[in-house]
């Protein structure tokens, strides 16, 4: 009996891997056919009255589009479920954004980070504030209050599992709120850069309201992709920022869930470096060391074609990354909560929008892109 179940395991654990894979095929699948529709199609319209929208859709369109698609496939496959482990959206972003830092000099990355960080702090407090108010006011659940809180403020998915992990949330908590970032997320990638060049704002305004109010790093880059080079780079400094106050805001909710609401004392019950640094997002680390590299390497001689080439490998994680957002997204943890969740998330989004707004044009008003 025993060995037919270890035999029944292997086959299951064989079987686990072979559908990750599968779903790893999938998204460099469809991120292939994303850049070749990227490269194909303004060539295929020329000439026609749709020349113009055909040269403006950029890769994020096509690569949530086809993954969004390829979901609803799978789906009607039954096979979402099971090839969801490869579709990796959290490796492919973080990724991609390490290799973006190689693009990005160094001057621009430290004069940059003093109003990033002034922003960061700032909209994190307003936000998560008004965000823990209003979900106190409609009565939502502690726990779930804090991941909501956590991931409009912050950062998206990301934020919420690692308020997930200080607060000790239920798994369907952290799915429901993974759920609005993602349902939110999607309409800001095309509605930020298009209101940006509607408001006529200056590259560096629009890049750091987008960093400062999108929740997720993914869309993050697709939109600061749609708005420009220049304003992709201020989003992704501004967007790091923020990402890099997770662990102080996880090391800050553990100590407020044990002392507080669990109503726990002791030595056991207060946070240590070892759960900050746990909670802290590496690839932080990652994209300011690529920034370094990038930066002294061009200063010393280095060949310009070198960084084209790491710029156009990170064009294809980013692909993967917004293709496997498309994959992943689902309306099931919506349906199965009430509204209270989503009038909170909602209503956050908006301040986001507002104060995000402001601080940029406060922050970066002035500052130039070089």
């Known amino acids: 009996m025993t060995e037919q179940a270890s035999e029944t395991t292997d086959r299951t654990q064989r079987a686990g891997i072979g559908f990750a894979v599968a779903g790893v095929l999938v998204v460099l699948l469809l991120g292939a056919v994303t850049r070749f529709l ?10 026609t009255a749709v020349e113009g929208i055909a040269k403006a859709i950029e890769f994020p369109v096509y690569a949530i589009a086809l993954g969004l698609l390829g979901n609803f496939v799978l789906s009607k496959l039954a096979l979402r479920d099971a090839f969801a482990a490869g579709f990796r959206t959290e490796f492919f972003i973080k990724t991609g954004l390490v290799l973006l830092g190689a693009s990005i000099n160094l001057k621009l990355l430290v004069t940059a980070a003093g109003p990033a960080i002034i922003q960061a ?7 998560f504030g008004f965000t823990w108010w209003f979900g106190g006011k409609l009565g939502i659940e502690d726990k779930l209050r804090a991941l909501l809180a956590s991931a409009v403020s912050i950062c ?33 990638i095309f509605l930020l850069p298009w209101l940006a060049g509607l408001l006529g704002l200056p590259d560096a305004v629009a890049g750091a309201w987008i960093g400062g109010n999108i929740d997720t790093t993914a869309a993050v880059a697709a939109a600061g992709a749609l708005a420009g080079e220049d304003a992709l780079q201020i989003a992704t400094i501004v967007k790091t920022t923020q990402n890099a106050l997770i662990g102080v805001v996880a090391i800050a909710l553990t100590a407020y869930f044990a002392l507080k609401v669990e109503r726990r004392s002791g030595a056991d019950a207060r946070p240590t470096l070892g759960q900050f640094w746990e909670r802290f997002p590496k690839f932080v680390l990652g994209f300011i060391a ?26 294809w994680f980013l692909i993967f990354a917004f293709v496997a957002i498309g994959l992943e997204f689902s309306l099931k943890g919506l349906r199965d909560a009430g509204w209270r969740p989503v009038a909170v998330f909602a209503s956050a989004t908006v301040v986001n929008i507002v104060v995000a707004l402001g601080l940029a044009l406060v922050l970066f008003g002035n500052f130039e892109v070089s």
């Open 290 to 315: 690529a920034s370094i590299i990038g930066t002294l390497y061009l200063q010393w001689g280095g060949d310009k074609a070198t960084i084209t080439t790491v710029n156009d490998l990170r064009t």
């Open 156 to 188: 998206g998915v990301s934020a919420a599992i690692a308020a997930a992990g200080a607060v000790q949330a239920k798994r369907e908590q952290l799915a429901y709120a993974a759920s609005l970032v993602i349902v939110f997320a999607l309409p800001s």
């Open 38 to 47: 990227e490269q194909q199609v303004p060539k295929w319209a020329d000439g």
């Open 121 to 127: 702090l700032l909209l994190i407090t307003i936000v």
